[in-house]
């Protein structure tokens, strides 16, 4: 299990019922596939934002069920006629997908963020959709299930903006606040230096950014994690490992000087069996004070 990319999230795994393994796959497909409109490639943007504005057409067509009319490759059908049905059988809205296309969109041409609303705003929409379909699946859906669901979604997209800040620079792209930057006395081109030259060690203004916004993704996960102790069976289980996932992938950050250019933490097999160990054992996490104090 990585903590990156929609591999922040656990992709049909053993630990989910197999009746819903089909349903979270074709919802990984059309997100992936949508997120991969957007970042892969060398299709210029005008081309990729016709494509996910067609996905847009055609998402609003299921809501209203309707036959698709927008155009689609034969490829993007089939993810659509997957998705389709999964939205059927299972009763799902639309808004969630709507919302990912909506920040997947934003990506062509927001490459800088003001203020710490404008981000979390984006992973309302980047993220957040994808444990709110989860809920649905599981029929989890009351308020508080929903609010704790986005927590610990902010919080993995938060890690992942900590392990990627030089992968996001080489696209043109920094998910550190502006507000951040300027307190410390930075500005996003100063990148270009860090990310040149990894093996150099980076300024101490660089690791306190780091140190601050890997605490705000703590401090989500922690706020979301009640969630993962509350759910029941195996979709509890599959959310502890997610959010001890989340919080291992810190620790590393921490252990590292929160230095990502040099040593850009990753869950490795060796993890994996923590983290079943701790999903299983270990108490909740915000029952104590957190291993690194990152804020």
Request: include cysteine; proline fraction near 8%.
């Amino acid at each position: 299990m990585a903590v990156d990319h929609y591999e922040n999230f656990p992709v049909a795994s053993l630990l989910l019922p197999a009746r819903l393994r089909p349903a979270v796959r074709n919802l990984y497909a059309f997100a992936r596939g949508a997120d991969d409109i957007a970042d892969e490639g060398d299709a210029p943007a005008h081309a990729r934002l016709e494509r996910l504005e067609a996905w847009r057409a055609a998402v609003r067509d299921l809501g209203a069920g309707r036959p698709i009319q927008a155009p689609l490759s034969d490829a993007d059908r089939a993810i659509f006629a997957r998705l389709g049905d999964t939205l059927v059988r299972h009763r799902l809205p639309v808004q969630p997908l709507l919302d990912l296309l909506s920040a997947f969109v934003q990506d062509l041409s927001v490459t800088r963020y003001a203020d710490e609303p404008a981000l979390l705003d984006y992973c309302r929409r980047s993220a957040n959709p994808v444990g709110r379909l989860m809920l649905h699946l599981y029929g989890r859906t009351d308020p508080a299930d929903l609010a704790q669901s986005d927590a610990i979604c902010t919080g993995l997209q938060r890690v992942n903006f900590c392990q990627d800040v030089a992968l996001d620079h080489a696209k043109g792209r920094c998910y550190i606040p502006l507000d951040c930057l300027e307190r410390h006395g930075l500005d996003p081109d100063d990148l270009d230096a860090l990310c040149a030259d990894p093996s150099r060690p980076p300024p101490d203004a660089w690791r306190n950014v780091v140190r601050e916004q890997a605490g705000l993704a703590r401090r989500a996960l922690l706020a979301g994690c009640p969630l993962a102790w509350r759910l029941p069976g195996r979709i509890g289980l599959e959310l502890r490992m997610v959010v001890h996932g989340g919080l291992r992938i810190l620790d590393k950050l921490a252990a590292g000087g929160y230095n990502p250019w040099a040593d850009r933490p990753i869950l490795s097999r060796t993890d994996a069996f923590l983290l079943c160990w701790r999903a299983f054992h270990k108490p909740r996490p915000d029952a104590a004070l957190p291993e690194h104090h990152d804020s």
